[in-house]
């Protein structure tokens, strides 16, 4: 069975751009999760998307938005791009809606840098 | 709000030496709690969890015992490899509706050489 897939792997934006991150979970898994992940902050939980509806949002701005698709597939977009958004986004899909009886499995992550 | 704390790394041990990292939460309620590792260019994997008191967690040589009265998930393991190394985070979810937010330490670098 083939684990969690993100495109791209790595990305390099500049100020004020906005980039477009995506997310294939394993087949017949419908929760997607989205973490960031820096050196200052660590891992950080971003979204939560379980039959095309955001379940959960953490702490983040605005300029941080999700979507699932109906075939599970997900992306999350950055708008106006800062210097701080430079990090490693891990996506993680669940066979129904995440919870400890229901375990995450994690992509190997997008890196993005900001410049 | 709910937090995790890890002893800081980087851990360094010979093979064959006795590993504990340390782990505490604050959380409301009952959470249940897990152990993760990441490999270099890899994502998260699940390497165990526990989800009520006196709970243990166990997989690969790797245990965790869930401690109520100390709050703590301390991770063990009595023999490290060097296939061992690698970042190692504690991991905390409500058993709620919310339970996919996933509550993170900060991670602790295990480096084990020959």
């Not at chain 1, 500049?14 to 979970?25: A, E, I, N, Y």
Request: proline share 4%.
């Amino acid at each position: 069975k083939a684990g969690v897939t993100q495109t791209p792997r790595y990305l390099i934006k500049t100020r004020g751009q906005q980039v477009t991150l995506s997310c294939s979970p394993i087949s017949g898994h419908r929760s997607v999760s989205w973490y960031q992940q820096t050196p200052g902050q660590g891992l950080q939980f971003l979204f939560e998307y379980f039959s095309e509806t955001q379940r959960n949002k953490g702490n983040f701005p605005g300029r941080f938005s999700g979507r699932q698709f109906s075939n599970s597939r997900s992306e999350m977009n950055v708008s106006t791009l800062e210097l701080g958004d430079s990090a490693l986004y891990l996506c993680a899909s669940s066979f129904l809606w995440t919870s400890a009886y229901n375990e995450q499995f994690f992509g190997p992550g997008t890196r993005l840098t900001v410049l | 709000g709910d937090s995790v704390t890890q002893m800081e790394g980087p851990v360094t041990l010979s093979e064959e030496a006795f590993l504990t990292i340390n782990c505490t939460y604050t959380a409301t309620g009952y959470p249940s709690l897990f152990w993760y590792v990441q490999y270099p260019g890899e994502g998260l994997q699940l390497l165990l969890k526990a989800t009520k008191a006196d709970d243990k967690g166990s997989n690969k040589g790797f245990e965790a015992t869930y401690r109520k009265e100390t709050t703590s998930f301390h991770l063990e393991k009595g023999s490290v490899q060097v296939s061992d190394s690698a970042v190692y985070f504690c991991a905390l979810s409500p058993n709620t509706g919310t339970a996919s937010k996933l509550t993170f330490g900060t991670g602790t670098r295990l480096q084990v050489t020959l």
